[in-house]
Nanobody, 126 residues
Framework: VQLLESGGGWVQPGGSLRLSCATS????????INWARQAPGKGGKGLEW???????????VYADSVRGRFTISRNNAKNEAYLDMNNLQPEDSGMYYC?????????????????RGQGTQVIVSS
């Protein structure tokens, strides 16, 4: 199972970024895909779940902190997932990970995915 995130970088508050997740080694079209993040200085703890999309790409769910600003999507033909992030704020800074799950769910506590990528860094600062 491989997941490779890209698209992170530095952006000013109010800016936008699009993260991508390229995957291989598992049947992508049958998997729930989540995006999660870890803020600076919070290493060693679980991740903050941000968004998820079911296998069919019909249903998306979001954490309260990003709802209305972030949009998750996927392309099952390309085995890729995306996270469009708008109106970014400094508190959105962190390492962003895509993760594969067998079940579609939301996570209100620390999130510990079984499979995730190495992450892509997002820095929101003026």
């Amino acid at each position: 199972v491989q997941l490779l995130e890209s698209g992170g970088g530095w952006v000013q508050p109010g800016g936008s970024l699009r993260l991508s997740c390229a995957t291989s080694g598992f049947p992508f079209s049958y998997a729930t895909i989540n995006w999660a993040r870890q803020a600076p200085g919070k290493g060693g703890k679980g991740l903050e779940w941000v968004a998820g999309m079911n296998a069919g790409g019909v249903t998306a769910v979001y954490a309260d902190s990003v709802r209305g600003r972030f949009t998750i999507s996927r392309n099952n033909a390309k085995n890729e997932a995306y996270l469009d992030m708008n109106n970014l704020q400094p508190e959105d800074s962190g390492m962003y990970y895509c993760a594969k799950e067998s079940f579609f769910a939301t996570y209100s506590e620390d999130y510990y995915p079984d499979y995730r990528g190495q992450g892509t860094q997002v820095i929101v600062s003026s």
